[in-house]
C-alpha cells in the first residue's frame, strides 16, 4: 500500500509487521490466544462504545479505568465474562442501521463499499487502512502456502461494489502474483476477452465464485473457444461441497479450494490451507455456535451451528457477537497442513433446503448424484451445470451440457436424481443456456438462483427491484420453455418480458451445434 505522508507510511508499517509476526505465531501455536483474545476484545470494546450501535451499552468503556480492570483478570475468565453479557446481534438489525456500528467519521475510511443487499437492506462495508491490512495478511499468508510468485490469477468477480474483487487484489500483490481483475456483463454474458487472456497470459489460478466459473466454461464449449485450465481455483462466495469441487476439477484439470469464508460486513473469517481445509482465523475473531441447546465457544471438540463472530480487528466499524446465518462445523483435529487453526467446513443455509416428506433435500445431495462419476450409460456427454424449477408435485431439473445428449444418457440422470424427490414427478430437459439466475448464486443463495419454486408468489417482494427484475424474466423464461411438460399457467409477465428461452431436449428434435467433448 502506497501512503505518501512518511509519519502514516512509518506506523503502517510498523502495524503491518506486528499483524505478520502476530499471524505467523498464532498459526504456529507460539502465541498466547486466550491474552491475545483479551487484549484484543479490550480494544474493540473501547472502540465499539463510540459507535452509536454499541455506545449506550457499552458506555462504561469509556472510562479508562474499565479497561485497566478488566486486563487484570485472567484472559479467559475476562472473554467468557464479557460474551456473556453482551446482547446478540441480528443480521436484521445490523442491515436496518449498518452504519450505527461506526467508530469513526466517514471520511477516515480508505475505500467505501456495501453488501449486495440481496437478502435484506443492503450493509455498509467500507475498509479502513488498518482492517484493510490485517485482512490482505490474514488471507495472504494461508494463500502463500499454495501459491508462488511465479503463479498468476484471474479474479473474475461480479459485484464492483463489494469490497472482494479490490481485497483479493490485494492478496495477490501482497503475495507478488500478477493478477487481473475483470468481470462480465450480465446481459451479454460475453467471456471472449477474458478466455483470451487467460490464454494469451497463461493465468494458472481462478479466483472467484463457482458459477461465474460454470458459466465461462460453458460459453467456451458453446462458442467453440478453448477450454480453459488453471492450476488451481479459489472459490468463494457460494456454497461448495466436495462434489462441486471435483466437478470443477474435472472441468478444469486444476485442484479446487474453498479459497475463502466470510461476508463484505465481518470480513474473512475462514482461508483455506494447501490441503484444502478451511482455517478460522483466530487471530482476528472470537467463534460461537449457536443451536437449539444454546450458544457456545468453538471449543477443542467436534461441534456445528450457526456461526456468531465477534470481529477482533475492525476498529472503524465493529461487530460483536454477530449473527451471521452460515451453518458451519468446527473440528479442532489436526489437519495435515501443520497449522493450529481449527477447521471449518460450511454447511451452507438453514432455509437452503427442498422439503419432502422424510426429510429435506439440500445442495450436496442434488450435486453428489447429478456429478457422480459418468456410467456406461452416459459417457457420451458430460452435465456442466443445471437448474431446478419445482411447482406443485413437479420438478424439471434444466441441464446444460458439453454435446447433444441421448435419450438413454438424461434418462439415467432423471434415475440417479429421482430417489431425492420421492412423491414428486421428476423431469430432465437440455437447454442451450441457463437464464442468468443460475448465475446469481453469490447474491442469491441456492434456493433463488440453482433452485426455483414456481409457488413462492411472495419471492419477489423479499428482493430489490434490480435483482427481481432478473429473477422475474428467469422464471417467464423457464415457463414459456416448459408449460406443456409442466401444466403450467405461464408466470406474471414483468415490466420487460423477454423472449421465450429456446426450447431444446431429446423430445424436440433440435439438435445444437456439436461441441467438443471434455478434455
Same mark, same amino acid.
Not at 473501547?46 to 469509556?62: C, E
Not at 480453459?228 to 484439470?253: D, I, N, Y
Not at 414483468?494 to 421465450?500: L, Y
Given at each position: 500500500?502506497?501512503?505518501?505522508?512518511?509519519?502514516?507510511?512509518?506506523?503502517?508499517?510498523?502495524?503491518?509487521?506486528?499483524?505478520?509476526?502476530?499471524?505467523?505465531?498464532?498459526?504456529?501455536?507460539?502465541?498466547?490466544?486466550?491474552?491475545?483474545?483479551?487484549?484484543?476484545?479490550?480494544?474493540?470494546?473501547?472502540?465499539?462504545?463510540?459507535?452509536?450501535?454499541?455506545?449506550?451499552?457499552?458506555?462504561?468503556?469509556?472510562?479508562?479505568?474499565?479497561?485497566?480492570?478488566? #486486563?487484570?483478570?485472567?484472559?479467559?475468565?475476562?472473554?467468557?465474562?464479557?460474551?456473556?453479557?453482551?446482547?446478540?446481534?441480528?443480521?436484521?438489525?445490523?442491515?436496518?442501521?449498518?452504519?450505527?456500528?461506526?467508530?469513526?467519521?466517514?471520511?477516515?475510511?480508505?475505500?467505501?463499499?456495501?453488501?449486495?443487499?440481496?437478502?435484506?437492506?443492503?450493509?455498509?462495508?467500507?475498509?479502513?487502512?488498518?482492517?484493510?491490512?490485517?485482512?490482505?495478511?490474514?488471507?495472504?499468508?494461508?494463500?502463500?502456502?499454495?501459491?508462488?510468485?511465479?503463479?498468476?490469477?484471474?479474479?473474475?468477480?461480479?459485484?464492483?461494489?463489494?469490497?472482494?474483487?479490490?481485497?483479493?487484489?490485494?492478496?495477490?500483490?501482497?503475495?507478488?502474483?500478477?493478477?487481473?481483475?475483470?468481470?462480465?456483463?450480465?446481459?451479454?454474458?460475453?467471456?471472449?476477452?477474458?478466455?483470451?487472456?487467460?490464454?494469451?497470459?497463461?493465468?494458472?489460478?481462478?479466483?472467484?465464485?463457482?458459477?461465474?466459473?460454470?458459466?465461462?466454461?460453458?460459453?467456451?464449449?458453446?462458442?467453440?473457444?478453448?477450454?480453459?485450465?488453471?492450476?488451481?481455483?479459489?472459490?468463494?462466495?457460494?456454497?461448495?461441497?466436495?462434489?462441486?469441487?471435483?466437478?470443477?476439477?474435472?472441468?478444469?484439470?486444476?485442484?479446487?479450494?474453498?479459497?475463502?469464508?466470510?461476508?463484505?460486513?465481518?470480513?474473512?473469517?475462514?482461508?483455506?490451507?494447501?490441503?484444502?481445509?478451511?482455517?478460522?482465523?483466530?487471530?482476528?475473531?472470537?467463534?460461537?455456535?449457536?443451536?437449539?441447546?444454546?450458544?457456545?465457544?468453538?471449543?477443542?471438540?467436534?461441534?456445528?451451528?450457526?456461526?456468531?463472530?465477534?470481529?477482533?480487528?475492525?476498529?472503524?466499524?465493529?461487530?460483536?457477537?454477530?449473527?451471521?446465518?452460515?451453518?458451519?462445523?468446527?473440528?479442532?483435529?489436526?489437519?495435515?497442513?501443520?497449522?493450529?487453526?481449527?477447521?471449518?467446513?460450511?454447511?451452507?443455509?438453514?432455509?437452503?433446503?427442498?422439503?419432502?416428506?422424510?426429510?429435506?433435500?439440500?445442495?450436496?445431495?442434488?450435486?453428489?448424484?447429478?456429478?457422480?462419476?459418468?456410467?456406461?450409460?452416459?459417457?457420451?456427454?458430460?452435465?456442466?451445470?443445471?437448474?431446478?424449477?419445482?411447482?406443485?408435485?413437479?420438478?424439471?431439473?434444466?441441464?446444460?451440457?458439453?454435446?447433444?445428449?441421448?435419450?438413454?444418457?438424461?434418462?439415467?440422470?432423471?434415475?440417479?436424481?429421482?430417489? #431425492?424427490?420421492?412423491?414428486?414427478?421428476?423431469?430432465?430437459?437440455?437447454?442451450?443456456?441457463?437464464?442468468?439466475?443460475?448465475?446469481?448464486?453469490?447474491?442469491?443463495?441456492?434456493?433463488?438462483?440453482?433452485?426455483?419454486?414456481?409457488?413462492?408468489?411472495?419471492?419477489?417482494?423479499?428482493?430489490?427491484?434490480?435483482?427481481?427484475?432478473?429473477?422475474?424474466?428467469?422464471?417467464?423464461?423457464?415457463?414459456?420453455?416448459?408449460?406443456?411438460?409442466?401444466?403450467?399457467?405461464?408466470?406474471?409477465?414483468?415490466?420487460?418480458?423477454?423472449?421465450?428461452?429456446?426450447?431444446?431436449?431429446?423430445?424436440?428434435?433440435?439438435?445444437?451445434?456439436?461441441?467438443?467433448?471434455?478434455?
Amino acid at each position: 500500500m502506497l501512503i505518501r505522508d512518511g509519519k502514516a507510511r512509518a506506523e503502517y508499517t510498523d502495524f503491518v509487521d506486528r499483524q505478520i509476526d502476530i499471524t505467523r505465531r498464532v498459526h504456529t501455536g507460539d502465541e498466547d490466544l486466550a491474552a491475545l483474545h483479551a487484549g484484543k476484545l479490550v480494544r474493540t470494546l473501547v472502540a465499539a462504545a463510540d459507535s452509536r450501535q454499541f455506545g449506550s451499552a457499552l458506555a462504561g468503556w469509556r472510562d479508562k479505568e474499565t479497561a485497566i480492570r478488566a #486486563l487484570a483478570d485472567p484472559p479467559e475468565t475476562f472473554v467468557e465474562k464479557m460474551l456473556a453479557e453482551l446482547a446478540v446481534l441480528s443480521r436484521a438489525e445490523f442491515r436496518s442501521g449498518s452504519r450505527d456500528v461506526f467508530t469513526r467519521p466517514i471520511g477516515e475510511f480508505l475505500h467505501y463499499y456495501e453488501s449486495s443487499g440481496t437478502t435484506g437492506d443492503p450493509a455498509a462495508a467500507p475498509k479502513a487502512l488498518d482492517d484493510l491490512a490485517v485482512n490482505t495478511i490474514n488471507i495472504g499468508e494461508m494463500w502463500g502456502r499454495l501459491l508462488t510468485p511465479e503463479d498468476s490469477a484471474l479474479v473474475l468477480i461480479n459485484g464492483p461494489f463489494a469490497p472482494a474483487g479490490y481485497q483479493f487484489e490485494k492478496v495477490m500483490e501482497y503475495l507478488g502474483v500478477l493478477s487481473l481483475r475483470l468481470w462480465v456483463d450480465n446481459v451479454t454474458g460475453d467471456y471472449t476477452r477474458i478466455l483470451r487472456l487467460v490464454r494469451e497470459l497463461s493465468i494458472s489460478t481462478y479466483v472467484g465464485a463457482p458459477s461465474r466459473l460454470l458459466e465461462m466454461l460453458h460459453f467456451a464449449y458453446r462458442t467453440g473457444e478453448p477450454v480453459p485450465r488453471f492450476r488451481q481455483l479459489l472459490l468463494m462466495a457460494e456454497q461448495t461441497g466436495p462434489s462441486l469441487l471435483r466437478h470443477l476439477e474435472r472441468l478444469t484439470g486444476a485442484r479446487a479450494f474453498v479459497g475463502t469464508f466470510g461476508s463484505s460486513e465481518t470480513g474473512t473469517t475462514a482461508v483455506t490451507c494447501e490441503e484444502g481445509s478451511l482455517h478460522l482465523q483466530v487471530q482476528s475473531y472470537l467463534f460461537e455456535l449457536a443451536d437449539a441447546q444454546g450458544i457456545r465457544r468453538v471449543g477443542e471438540g467436534p461441534d456445528k451451528g450457526e456461526l456468531m463472530v465477534t470481529c477482533l480487528d475492525l476498529p472503524a466499524r465493529p461487530l460483536l457477537r454477530y449473527q451471521t446465518g452460515d451453518l458451519v462445523e468446527v473440528n479442532s483435529t489436526p489437519c495435515p497442513c501443520g497449522l493450529a487453526l481449527p477447521v471449518m467446513r460450511t454447511l451452507g443455509r438453514a432455509q437452503d433446503v427442498i422439503g419432502r416428506a422424510g426429510g429435506g433435500v439440500r445442495q450436496e445431495d442434488v450435486e453428489a448424484l447429478l456429478w457422480s462419476e459418468n456410467s456406461a450409460e452416459v459417457e457420451h456427454f458430460t452435465v456442466l451445470n443445471y437448474m431446478l424449477v419445482l411447482r406443485g408435485p413437479d420438478v424439471v431439473c434444466l441441464l446444460t451440457t458439453d454435446r447433444e445428449p441421448d435419450e438413454p444418457g438424461l434418462d439415467a440422470v432423471r434415475r440417479r436424481l429421482a430417489p #431425492l424427490f420421492d412423491g414428486r414427478t421428476l423431469a430432465v430437459r437440455t437447454v442451450p443456456v441457463l437464464p442468468p439466475l443460475a448465475f446469481l448464486g453469490s447474491y442469491l443463495g441456492w434456493k433463488l438462483s440453482r433452485l426455483v419454486n414456481l409457488d413462492d408468489a411472495a419471492m419477489m417482494d423479499r428482493l430489490p427491484p434490480p435483482i427481481a427484475e432478473v429473477v422475474r424474466d428467469s422464471l417467464a423464461k423457464i415457463e414459456a420453455t416448459f408449460p406443456a411438460a409442466l401444466g403450467l399457467p405461464r408466470f406474471p409477465p414483468g415490466p420487460r418480458r423477454p423472449a421465450d428461452m429456446r426450447q431444446t431436449s431429446h423430445q424436440t428434435g433440435e439438435v445444437r451445434s456439436n461441441l467438443p467433448s471434455l478434455p
